[in-house]
């Protein structure tokens, strides 16, 4: 990875945690994948009345109070239990004990978190109070609680880990990029440990409606939300927003093999662009969404013909799937109607920043379990979308090389790749 510097050190993925709306943590998650099970439901968490848009993929029977310190319990987003949890899941599957590292040690292990909202939720929710004589209710943290930074930082102070601490919020390619990133500062030897992922929750009326004034939200399916994710079918309609924290360790393949570790895969490249072009919409011609899964494959090392899945955005609007669509076709060419593909946000509606690491946390079921999620919903494909989506039902294929497909607000793009062999 990284061929531009002398001697960069291999990436590997040695722990996996999540909190998703089609299961709490990694096996439910993935059980839930190989059925095509759907996490979309009528909103409860927050009041819908008079909304045109009363669907959403919430977690739910998650004990959040339980992840945090009473005292904390109305200081913090909603995100904070969130990624605890999906990070308390990671570390113990990688079987790294940070309560026995070393001042040292703790001080080359590093969190880099992904989110679009971050603490906008927990922001709305201290206005309603101030703004309706509730201010008792209002938390002293409301600021520090507010901002994205505050996330990497709860996570740092829990675990006790004293490197790097950051959170990349670049719309919904924020957990890709921060997983490039953390792989980054291992690959050059900046830090020997990072916990890295993707976090969001913008569960708020408020965040509702100003995803449902810009109308990309769906409205048509508040009578059987389970079919209201549809990518790539002629009857999508828009998005569903979701919720969710998927979390990885990251360490070098040298120190995952002397310690015998459980390896899932290698980051071997990322990729990242940008059209340059709307606040929102894409260009129209795919050329930089393309260019960023070519660089990735470029990063990497990696040929086009040795990829063997693409998890997608495919977030079921009419533009972003048909251009996705066409950008992987400049990527790969004829090749792109060969490679099995499938949209994670078909099951789990779109959870905004952490998007990219529930794909990524999708590409490892492929890559370790030999099964490609479905993309379900997909009964009637859009002409314009024509490649291998693998509708409706899970796939058993060998899967050795995957890449993971991002796009976000403001014409962003990012591409990882992630490889199963280690040799």
Not at 263 to 273: C, H, K, M, N, Q
Not at 343 to 349: E, H, M, N, V
Request: with cysteine; net charge neutral; charged share 20%.
């Amino acid at each position: 990875m990284f061929n531009n510097f002398s001697k960069p050190r291999r990436v590997v993925i040695t722990g996996f945690g999540c909190v998703t709306p089609i299961g709490i943590g990694r096996e439910q998650f993935w059980e839930s994948l190989r059925t095509g099970k759907s996490g979309v439901s009528r909103i409860e968490g927050f009041d819908i009345t008079g909304s045109a848009v009363q669907i959403a993929a919430e977690v739910k029977n998650f004990d959040w109070q339980a992840e945090l310190n009473p005292k904390d319990r109305k200081n913090v987003s909603r995100c904070v239990p969130l990624a605890l949890k999906a990070a308390r899941e990671a570390i113990q599957d990688s079987k790294i004990n940070t309560e026995n590292l070393s001042l040292e040690e703790k001080r080359k292990f590093g969190v880099c978190l992904g989110t679009g909202g971050g603490g906008l939720a927990f922001t709305e929710r201290q206005y309603v109070y101030w703004l309706t004589g509730q201010a008792g209710k209002a938390s002293i943290y409301t600021i520090p609680s507010s901002t994205h930074g505050g996330l990497s930082s709860e996570l740092s102070m829990v675990f006790g880990l004293h490197g790097l601490s950051h959170i990349v919020s670049t719309g919904c390619t924020s957990s890709t990029d921060a997983i490039g990133y953390a792989a980054q500062h291992i690959a050059l030897g900046k830090q020997d440990l990072m916990l890295a992922g993707g976090v969001d929750s913008p569960m708020a009326r408020g965040i509702l409606e100003g995803f449902n004034v810009m109308t990309v939200l769906t409205r048509d399916w508040n009578d059987e939300p389970e079919r209201a994710s549809r990518p790539f079918d002629k009857n999508r309609s828009g998005i569903v927003i979701g919720e969710g924290a998927w979390v990885f360790v990251l360490e070098t393949l040298e120190s995952a093999l002397n310690r015998g570790a459980k390896i899932y895969a290698e980051i071997r490249g990322y990729g990242s662009t940008c059209d340059a072009y709307h606040r929102v919409r894409l260009e129209e011609n795919g050329v930089e969404p393309a260019r960023a899964m070519s660089l990735a494959l470029e990063d990497g090392n990696v040929a086009s013909d040795e990829i063997d899945y693409i998890n997608l955005h495919g977030t079921a609007t009419q533009l972003n799937d048909r251009i996705e669509t066409k950008a992987i076709k400049l990527a790969f060419g004829e090749k792109a109607y060969k490679i099995p593909m499938s949209a994670t946000k078909s099951q789990i509606g779109h959870p905004q920043g952490a998007s990219g690491a529930a794909g990524i946390g999708a590409a490892l079921l492929a890559l370790n379990k030999g099964i490609i999620a479905p993309t379900i919903n997909l009964d009637e494909p859009d002409e314009a979308c024509d490649l291998d989506y693998v509708p409706n039902v899970a796939r058993s294929a060998e899967v050795k090389t995957a890449l993971c497909n991002c796009i976000g607000f403001g014409s962003k793009n990012s591409a990882l790749v992630l490889q199963k062999s280690v040799d």
